[in-house]
């Protein structure tokens, strides 16, 4: 079936502009992750959708940077007023906890330039 | 919380040669142990994954071993070939809607 997909795939701004990035889950998954990578590091965490309950933004990593989910499904990111060093691969992945289903199923990612 | 340390950052071998990538995490509590391959360009793939029922679990070439009292785990991939180069993560989670913590890559390269 279907797996994870980003939109759009690359995406250059402007210093100081607003940018959504749009994630699709596989369809029945009720946790949805969104994860930062920097060139050449690991992955960072960025926010954590379960089912309906409250989501835990711990990992965001200023007051610009927001995320949604609608419907238990699609998820949007949105970083306000970029700056340079939010230039990074955003990566979506999405799960389907409990028992032995934890496996994070990963998007291509959204490679988001700054200039 | 937890903490996931991997080594090496970067493995260069030869085709044919074995390569072995460590972990070690910090909370007893952690239950669940994958391995996520990514190429270059792509986002992570799992390509395998252990739980702390269990010791070691293989899949053709590649395996994984736990040692829950050291709280270490490996992927170790035998015979490499060209097409395993990429970037390898560990990850370490206690299962269910747990955040799992991942270490910060090991870029492997197996030169032909």
């Known amino acids: 079936g279907a797996g994870v997909s980003q939109s759009p795939s690359n995406k250059v701004t402007e210093k100081g502009k607003d940018v959504e990035l749009r994630c699709d889950p596989i369809?029945?998954?009720?946790?949805l992750y969104w994860y930062r990578q920097s060139l050449g590091q690991g992955l960072e965490f960025l926010i954590y959708f379960q089912g309906n309950s409250a989501p835990d933004k711990s990992g965001l990593p200023s007051d610009r940077f927001s995320a949604e989910r609608t419907g238990g499904s699609v998820s949007t990111l949105t970083i306000q007023r970029t700056q340079q060093e939010d230039s990074a691969v955003y990566l979506c992945?999405?799960?389907?906890?409990?028992?032995?289903?934890?496996?994070?199923?990963f998007g291509p990612g959204t490679r988001l330039l700054v200039l | 919380g937890e903490n996931v340390e991997q080594h090496p950052s970067t493995l260069s071998v030869q085709e044919g040669d074995s390569a072995v990538i460590k972990c070690t995490y910090s909370?007893?509590?952690?239950?669940?142990f994958p391995w996520y391959k990514q190429e270059l360009g792509k986002g992570p793939q799992l390509i395998i994954d252990?739980?702390?029922?269990?010791g070691e679990k293989k899949d053709q070439r590649i395996a994984v071993t736990l040692n829950k009292t050291a709280k270490h785990f490996s992927l170790h991939i035998t015979e490499t070939q060209p097409e395993d180069s990429a970037v390898y993560f560990c990850?370490?989670?206690?299962?269910?809607?747990?955040?799992?913590?991942f270490g910060r890559g090991t870029s492997l390269i197996v030169h032909p």
């Open positions: 992945a999405s799960s389907s906890p409990g028992g032995t289903q934890e496996t994070q199923y």
């Open positions: 990850a370490a989670s206690k299962g269910g809607s747990y955040i799992p913590t």
């Open positions: 252990i739980r702390s029922n269990v």
């Open positions: 909370d007893s509590a952690s239950n669940y």
């Open positions: 369809s029945g998954h009720t946790a």
